[in-house]
Nanobody, 126 residues
Framework: QVQLVESGGGLVQAGGSLRLSCAAS????????MGWFRQAPGKEREFVAG????????YYGDSVKGRFTISRDDAKNSVYLQMNSLKPEDTAVYYC???????????????????WGQGTQVTVSS
């Protein structure tokens, strides 16, 4: 089992920044690909960003490319999402997810992630 706890959400004005954190516990964190997803009311869960278990590769959804940055610190069993130039359409609950993936990492497919955090609300005002 892997337990994930997100933090760092909040209310921010358009154009501002937030940094989300996700703390993991339970298994060898460095063996897991880590992803961030978001879900707005009435919408499907959307892939935001993913990072390979090694940290060597990162992946982003089209709507956040160039604005968001995912990173990980295996010494702290944590993954981060730096969000800049936030827009009202970024408003959603953001979820951290873990996928055991030392060979093939299905970064954008939520059904490939067995472990999820409880989510943190991000609200961007216009």
């Amino acid at each position: 089992q892997v337990q994930l706890v997100e933090s760092g959400g909040g209310l921010v004005q358009a154009g501002g920044s937030l940094r989300l954190s996700c703390a993991a516990s339970g298994r060898t964190f460095s063996n897991y690909g880590m992803g961030w997803f978001r879900q707005a009311p009435g919408k499907e869960r959307e892939f935001v960003a993913g990072i390979l278990w090694s940290g060597r590769s990162t992946y982003y959804g089209d709507s956040v490319k160039g604005r968001f940055t995912i990173s990980r610190d295996d010494a702290k069993n944590s993954v981060y999402l730096q969000m800049n130039s936030l827009k009202p359409e970024d408003t959603a609950v953001y979820y951290c997810a873990a996928q055991y993936a030392t060979y093939t990492y299905y970064y954008a497919q939520p059904n490939k992630y067995p472990y999820w955090g409880q989510g943190t609300q991000v609200t961007v005002s216009s």
